[in-house]
């Protein structure tokens, strides 16, 4: 009998919360070589020719073209407080990088390697996504003082499909603390309503509202703190959320977007693939 990735409490633990957390997923060579590409990119990034900010708290028709056509490109996004008033970095660019999307999966050879484990393919198949198409992938830097808070949403916002597919591969390349800013989930789990669609028409970003339900607050969350290593993976509709970083110690963490190829994925998503980098599977 093939070896699954879930026990049948973790299966069940996808079944009724959406989400499950698996220790020791990554090896620490594999980690090492995963940040050492990162910050190769980062390293290599002209940051004089391309400022770009990621925030969160900003209103989606703000988002420029650097960040909309960067769906099948490797590009560094900066920190809010990384740049001072007259543009320069106020810290070393290593430190000033909040992420680097969202096509490294396919663009480079480490970020290839790190994407194109066989047992992502079982974990996929083993909660109900039949045919993997990886999206998007992103290696999130949570920098020490400056490591941005990402506010309450779902992933399924992003990646729509119908019927809703997506999964989120959430590796912990550095211990995640409640000091560094970890993830927290709704307690309520991934049974909960897609409260905003984000579409791009016509070139124009927006988000569009579906269901008014409030987001929690943090006394109907719950944080995982995990190890590095540890692979968190979750389901579209899971409210969550990280704090900012304003820790000495960095928090960095990969993730990789998954939906099913069997599903719908509308032209309105923002990220569509050519058929010069078609999206594929894990493999
Ligand atoms: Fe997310």
Not at 256 to 283: C, M, S
């Amino acid at each position: 009998m093939t070896k699954t990735v879930l026990t049948p409490d973790q299966h069940q633990q996808v079944v009724d919360q959406g989400y499950v957390v698996l220790e020791n997923f990554k090896s620490p060579e594999e980690l090492s070589t995963l940040r050492q590409a990162a910050l190769q990119v980062v390293d290599g990034f002209d940051f004089s020719a391309h400022q770009h900010v990621f925030s969160t708290t900003a209103d989606a028709a703000a988002l420029g073209e650097y960040f909309l056509t960067s769906g099948d490109q490797v590009r560094c996004f900066l920190e809010p407080g990384a740049a001072d008033e007259n543009g320069q970095l106020r810290v070393d660019k290593l430190l000033s990088v909040n992420k680097l999307g969202h096509a490294m999966h396919d663009r480079i050879p480490a970020f290839r390697n790190f994407s194109s484990d066989p047992r992502l393919t079982a974990l996929m198949h083993e909660i109900g996504v039949q045919t993997p198409h990886v999206w998007q992938s992103m290696y999130i830097f949570k920098q020490p003082q400056i490591g941005g808070e990402v506010g309450w949403h779902q992933d399924a916002t992003y990646f729509y499909t119908e019927p809703l597919s997506v999964k989120t591969l959430w590796f912990a390349i550095d211990d995640a603390t409640l000091e560094n800013g970890c993830l927290w989930v709704a307690q309520t789990g991934s049974d909960s309503p897609l409260r905003e669609v984000f579409e791009v028409i016509d070139g124009r970003p927006r988000t569009r509202q579906l269901d008014s339900a409030p987001w929690p607050d943090l006394q109907q969350a719950k944080p995982l703190e995990v190890k590095a290593g540890t692979l968190v993976c979750f389901s579209g509709t899971l409210p969550h959320y990280s704090a900012p970083n304003r820790s000495d110690k960095a928090r960095h963490a990969y993730t990789l977007h998954v939906v099913d190829g069997q599903a719908h994925y509308p032209k309105t998503n923002w990220i569509q693939r050519g058929e010069d980098l078609p999206v594929r599977g894990f493999l």
